[in-house]
Nanobody, 122 residues
Framework: QVQLVESGGGLVQAGGSLRLSCAVS????????MGWFRQAPGKEREFVAA????????SYSDSVKGRFTISRDKAKNTMYLQMSSLKPEDTAVYYC???????????????WGQGTQVTVSS
C-alpha cells in the first residue's frame, strides 16, 4: 500500500507563491509517475502536473504552464509543486496521486493523498 501526504497549502495573495509537498511512503511500484491535481468547489478534479519518478520527465496543464514547476527529491521520497504568480482561479484543494508505469499522463492514478487547501485572494 502506498501512502501520500500533502502539505504546504495556505492563504496567499494574488501574484504570490507557495510550495506544496507530497511525501511518499509504503510499498511503491518499480516504475511510477506522480501527479498533482486540484478540485475547486463545484468543479471536477483536474490535472495540474505530473512527473516520472525515475527520469524526471514532466507534463503540465496549459493553465499552469510557465507558472508552476513540479519536481521530486528521490532521497526524501517527496514530490513538490512550486506555484508562482498565483491567481484567484488557482484556489482549490490540491491532491497528489501516483500511478504505475512511465507514461506521464493525466489518468490512471491509483492512490491519492488527503489534499491540501490553497486559497488565493484577489
Amino acid at each position: 500500500q502506498v501512502q501520500l501526504v500533502e502539505s504546504g497549502g495556505g492563504l496567499v495573495q494574488a501574484g504570490g507563491s507557495l510550495r506544496l509537498s507530497c511525501a511518499v511512503s509504503g510499498r511503491t511500484f518499480g516504475n511510477y509517475v506522480m501527479g498533482w491535481f486540484r478540485q475547486a468547489p463545484g468543479k471536477e478534479r483536474e490535472f495540474v502536473a505530473a512527473i516520472s519518478w525515475s527520469e524526471g520527465r514532466t507534463s503540465y496543464s496549459d493553465s499552469v504552464k510557465g507558472r508552476f514547476t513540479i519536481s521530486r527529491d528521490k532521497a526524501k521520497n517527496t514530490m513538490y509543486l512550486q506555484m508562482s504568480s498565483l491567481k484567484p482561479e488557482d484556489t482549490a484543494v490540491y491532491y497528489c496521486g501516483v500511478r504505475r508505469g512511465v507514461l506521464v499522463v493525466t489518468t490512471g492514478y491509483e492512490y491519492w493523498g488527503q489534499g491540501t487547501q490553497v486559497t488565493v485572494s484577489s
